[in-house]
């Protein structure tokens, strides 16, 4: 009945929570001609917005998720469509109390008000909760139950009140037209609309949306069940929608909230239940909808004995029948965060999925500022949807994920918790050798990485290495770990670092080109290496990484595994257009051995004739090295404070310098050791930041210790906020700080406190929690990092760490990047 | 008294119904099952006569094993048992059910009353009940609304010409009814979990055929004109009042 | 020779049903007998009028009632006895429930709900399915074809009337052992209007806002002799009880006319109200479901619209 327009500036894809966040968001920061298109009807078009229980519970571990509830929640709130009524998630068992104590941390780290309670106080706030089942509760004021198909139909209003939004429901997206790799035309059964901008917010369906572009958005439909039992007296004699706080039954897997005169019971407990996108029926086939799949009872048997014992009371009685059950369809991938942002096939082209309810509009607003900005407020680090490498976008490895994290949704997640799902997909060329060791891999980016090795366990011995007292510390840990690194600070190591993310860069423009994108000066001598900060263009970080010249007009980049995937997207969407720069991801290409340690000259002066003396060849350099016939690309350089190289070759020579090194290294006493002790215990020891730890976007190098000392000439992409920071004193500063007087050992993600127990933020509301932790073997204490505004960065200062319920004392060891260990870094420039 | 009810299980569709590719069947691989509104309240009334005369209310369904989740449905409704009838579809022909209904009636202990729904939700043939009377010489009324039973007689209301018929039937009796009947029940979750544990007793089906036989399913050709519209607010008033005027529902 | 069973009305003429049966049964080819219960009264000249010329009137005292098992009875014996290639009857549930008993005692199929008939070999239906969405195509092998006809299978075309029509009174024999039901009251249609019947259905959803919202919708469906009707949402909210739901959780109703008031048309509701013969959706959004599949619509909020509707339907009464 509205005319379809034939130009758009943006076509949003979905009018569900998510395709109405994101049009608002546009209209308000200024876009026009917004086109937000729906297969189904409205308000309702039967995505997963329609049957969501639409609870809003604001506590997650991850700050970039509690973020953006926080912010939805503002934004429901605003829009008059929020009822608060209280959570409680209980627990049935010892492990979940523990889990509900480290939630509580979260909660106080993420500044929500949240208190421990007990059965009793638990059956006081829900009073028809059999408490006899209960150890505990953790109560959260602020859930709250919202509704998004009005909030929807609210933010289309003021959309279309703006003067920016028209809305065609009914209208099916038949293609996607790119050119030039960006988005040009969308073709619909309305009309074909010409649009430089595309927003795909089509929940379960999205894969298939992204697929008509050529482009993936690796998720999957899966099925989570839900029931309503009713008429319940106690709940109609409310008359009202929600009266009662929600109940998370955590161990069972499960929720239960009132739904009017009914109790809503869901579960995350059964089986995961996959569905192809391809294979959802159309609104017109759907029983219910299109989201809603018919039930399947025995799936859920078990989840309705549960519900007996906590809810006997008011669930065992003849007249309070299900009334409704379905298969209700949500988004998962492949690590359970969204997928949001610019999808790194196609430019123009925008991921808005696999959002929950809780989240929706925040991620309108953070991807509608992303898309104005260039970068949204809140960092949206993990949800990126250009963090995946290609393996990773596959369906198989999208289900297999999705099909093991489906049951973790309630689930007690330990932050260093490994996949068991299709695993082994990326191996270095050590991997045979690794495996006879007894290495215990953990995977990052599909790669399997040595964390340990076991046949190094007798040095644990050897140096009297403790094991660590608590279980939830020592889960997937060792203690060969601080073993390992001892022996390299005693000796030497070699670590296998294949899984770094490389890309080659050359061409006429290849200098001009880093330039631009790189903090640090690029204009270096051949043979330089460079460490260098790159900024998104809020000068917040965008990754860092080390840059080496290898010739006038060509380089080579060097960035971790996890954000390998990011890094690239970012570097490719940076290309000039005039063709002279050639960027090329030789990761596969290239296969990395780190030697480092007090030895480690000793050991490449064995395998090679070339000079690798100090004034042949130091620090910060790089040159090619013979080992044998094998070419090496040598690069000294070091992440754990030690002498030492990162020795690249091409992956085919892997086993031979494997071989080489450690046939040397062993009269020198060389272990091969983890990213144990290259990721947390050596380099927490040297106080190095690690991206997506220390390093977000919402701290720029300054904040961060990594301002470098001159500010170059040319311009680079956040330079401005960079150069503003650099003039300016820091809002906050990261420090490394002692964890002494307990064996206990922080995760990450816990609050730092004041010494009488008050949370910590700094001048713009940034809140100081762990950002790193771990054992620190050579100092003899743990180590945690963590940012503090100025008047706290002050070395000597006491402060406490909330962990499983417990504070502890901690000191500001260190404010500012000088290392604990080894300050004047002599080791590794000796 | 005894009752027992007989369900079909059939697909739960939605507004529109998607076929096989050789439209042969209605394409089930998205679909649930249920029993039709019909049979709710059919097995509703079951468990409330049994309830109320301390018999026994079961249900019967034809076909193969898949059934017995409707069968359950029924038991996490109240019924307290089920019999299934081997049958290698669940929607066999009028003839085939009726012969695999009666056979069983034949081999079960007897029933005061068997209950029908008026039609199956799916192929709609209004039958089977009138064949299973027929074949074990009962009466029957179909239609059926509203049921009181006495010592040896059941009052069977149906609406009809304009009113409602109330007749009467001499025990042991056949009845198809009509959803209104009641308002069946939901299941309940201790019902759900008793149900799913139940029995279910199965009986061998008889070699039975029919001349009666599907060729193809298709599409009714639908046409719906674009809405018209009648205006915005209260403006519209006028012209509803036309329209309404034009349906003849005023004056 | 085919049989057309004839449903007569209160005053005993054929009904609109049993006309459309005998024109399908003209158009198999063959002499059409029509086959009736009760006294003849004006049926012979009705029927000539569609130039039928048989009228086999059958008589018993346990054909009283009328009971339709009986009938059946009745009507298969006549079919034993005659050997008519088809016999047909309009898929009304009483004519249905004729036939069925009839098959069964025959020992033959029976195809209802039939739009259409083609005799060969063999012969062949077109009958609806889950309540006329879908339509089959069947083969009917028997010796005798027993089918119910829909309405609208044909439209009743020009006849000629037939000179006159030869009515014969058959008294079947009906079995003395049978236990029969028999009809004991026939009262009056009790007042009261319910949603599954009513020929009109004001029903509101999320749009009427509240309990107290409904007033108004009572106000219209009383002018318009209709019932008042919800989607879940009125329910689920506590507005309306489940009884008033319609929808695939609630009632499936077929009215003349279905008056949607602020109810988007979430397909569990619209699948309760499709057969409605037409639709008048009032709703503040124009792309509601609801909306794009009335027959009629109205762009607005539902206490702006019904209170005006209700007005001009009183001016125009002059009440």
Known sequence: ?830 | MDVLVCIKRVPAVGAEIALTADATAVDTRHLGFTIGPHEECAVEEAVRLADRTGGRAGVLTVGPPETEEQLRYALSMGADHAIRVEAPVADPEPEVTTAAITGALRELPPYDLVLFGEASADAGHAQVGFRVACALRRPIVGGVKGIDVGEEHVTLRREAGGGVEVHEAPLPAVAAVLEGLNLPRYPTIKGRLRAKKAPVRVLAGPAATSGLRTLRLRHRPEARAETVLLGHGAGAAPAVVDVLAELGVVR | MVLAWIERDAQGSPTAAAGEVLATARELGAEVTAVAVGEPGDLPDDLAKQGVAHLVLLRHDLLADAEPATVGEALAGLAAARGPAAVLAAATPESTEVLAWAAAALGVPLATACTGIRPGEPWEVTRERAGGILLEDAVLDAPVHLATLTGGARTTGETAPAPEVGVEVVVPELDPTLPRARLVEHRARASGMTLATAPVVVSGGRGVGSAEGYAVLEELAGLLGGAVGCSRVATNNGWRPHADQVGLTGTRISPDLYVACGISGATQHWVGCMSARSILAVNTDPEAAMVRRATWAVIGDVHEVLPAVVAEIRRRAGT
């Open chain 1, 1 to 830: 009945m509205t005319p379809f327009p034939d130009r758009a500036q943006v076509v949003v894809i979905g009018a569900g929570i998510v395709g109405n966040a994101v049009v608002h968001h546009l209209a308000r920061l200024g876009w026009r001609d917004v086109l937000l298109v729906d297969k189904g009807p409205l308000p309702d078009p039967g995505g997963s917005t329609g049957h969501a229980s639409n609870f809003v519970f604001p506590v997650d571990h991850s700050r970039e998720i509690t973020l953006l509830t926080a912010d939805s929640a503002r934004q429901y709130t605003e829009l008059g469509t929020l009822t608060t009524c209280g959570g409680i998630e209980v627990a049935r068992t010892e492990e979940r109390v523990q889990e509900l104590h480290r939630r509580m941390s979260s909660a106080t780290a993420w500044g929500i008000d949240a208190e421990m309670i007990s059965p009793a106080e638990v059956a006081e706030k829900v009073p028809f909760l059999d408490p006899s089942v209960v150890l505990a509760g953790f109560w959260t004021p602020s859930v709250s139950v919202v509704d998004p198909l009005r909030a929807g139909e609210l933010m289309r209003e003021r959309a279309t009140a703006a003067g920016a939004l028209t809305v065609s429901a009914l209208t099916e997206v038949l293609g996607i037209d790119t050119e030039d790799g960006r988005v040009r035309r969308v073709r619909t059964d309305r009309g074909d609309v010409e649009t430089e901008y595309v927003v795909i917010a089509c929940g379960v369906w999205s894969p298939r949306i992204a697929a008509l572009a050529g482009a993936t958005i690796p998720l999957t439909p899966a099925v989570h069940q839900m029931i309503d039992v009713g008429p319940i007296a106690e709940l109609a004699a409310t008359g009202r929608e929600i009266a009662f706080p929600i109940i998370r039954d955590m161990d069972p897997l499960m929720y239960e909230r009132q739904s009017g005169p009914d109790l809503e019971i869901g579960s995350y407990a059964h089986r995961p239940i996959l569905c192809d996108p391809d294979d959802i029926p159309s609104i017109a086939a759907a029983a219910l909808s299109p989201t809603q799949l018919p039930f399947t009872p025995d799936d859920f048997d078990p989840q309705m004995e549960a519900a007996l014992e906590l809810f006997g009371g008011i669930l065992d009685r003849p007249d309070a029948g299900i009334r409704h059950a379905i298969n209700g369809l949500l988004s998962l991938t492949p690590d359970g965060h969204p997928l949001l942002g610019e999808l790194p096939e196609v430019r123009g082209l925008w991921s808005a999925a696999a959002v929950w309810i809780k989240e929706g509009p925040g991620v309108g607003r953070l991807v509608a500022e992303w898309m104005t900005c260039g970068a949204p407020e809140i960092d949206p680090h993990a949800s990126d949807v250009a963090r995946f490498a290609p393996h990773e976008r596959t369906r198989a490895h999208v289900r297999a994920r999705a099909a093991e994290g489906f049951n973790k949704t309630y689930g007690i997640i330990h932050p260093r918790e490994q996949w068991s799902s299709d695993r082994g997909a990326r191996r270095s060329p050590f991997f045979p050798r690794e495996e006879a060791l007894g290495a215990e891999f953990f995977e990052v980016a599909g790669w399997e990485r040595p964390q340990w090795y076991r046949s190094n366990e007798p040095l644990v011995a050897e140096f009297g290495v403790e094991d660590r007292s608590h279980e939830w510390d020592a889960r997937w840990w060792s203690p060969i770990t601080s073993a390992e690194h001892l022996a390299m600070r005693r000796g030497v190591a070699m670590i296998d670092l294949s899984a770094f993310s490389q890309f080659a860069v050359h061409g006429p423009g290849a200098l001009a080109y880093l330039q631009h994108l790189c903090v640090a000066q690029m204009d270096r001598p051949v043979g330089r290496v460079i460490y260098t900060p790159v900024l998104g263009p809020d000068g917040g970080f965008r990754s860092d990484l080390t840059v080496v010249r290898l010739a006038d007009d060509a380089f080579r980049v060097v960035t971790g595994a996890s954000d390998g995937a990011r890094d690239l997207a970012w570097f490719r969407r940076h290309l000039p257009a005039d063709g002279s720069v050639a960027l090329e991801d030789v990761t596969s290409a290239v296969c990395t051995l780190g030697l480092w340690g007090p030895r480690a000259r000793d050991v490449l002066a064995e395998i090679t004739d070339d000079d690798v003396t100090d004034a042949a060849f130091p620090f910060a350099t790089a040159r090619t090295v013979h080992v044998g016939s094998i070419p090496v690309l040598a690069l000294r350089l070091s992440y754990v404070g030690e002498l030492g190289w990162e020795l690249h070759t091409a992956t085919e020579h892997g086993l031979r310098l494997w071989d080489a090194v450690a046939a040397a290294g062993a009269p020198h006493g060389i272990v091969p050791a983890g990213i144990g002790v290259y990721g947390t215990t050596a380099r927490l020891e040297k106080g190095y930041r690690l991206m997506g730890h220390e390093l977000d976007a919402e701290h720029g190098p300054v904040e961060a210790g990594l301002a470098l000392p001159r500010l170059k000439e040319a311009d680079f992409v956040g330079k401005a906020a960079y150069t503003k920071a650099r003039e300016g004193e820091p809002e906050a500063t990261l420090c490394t700080l002692r964890l002494d007087g307990t064996t206990r050992v922080p995760q990450g993600g816990e609050p730092i406190l004041t010494p009488d127990g008050a949370r910590i933020t700094d001048r713009r509301g940034r809140p100081s929690y762990v950002t790193s932790a771990g054992t620190a073997p050579s100092l003899g204490t743990h180590l945690v990092l963590a940012y503090l505004p100025p008047w706290h960065a002050v070395e000597g200062t006491g402060l406490l760490v909330e962990y499983l319920g417990e504070r502890y004392p901690v000191t500001v060891a260190r404010a500012g990047r000088t290392p604990l260990f080894d300050p004047d870094d002599t080791r590794m420039r000796g």
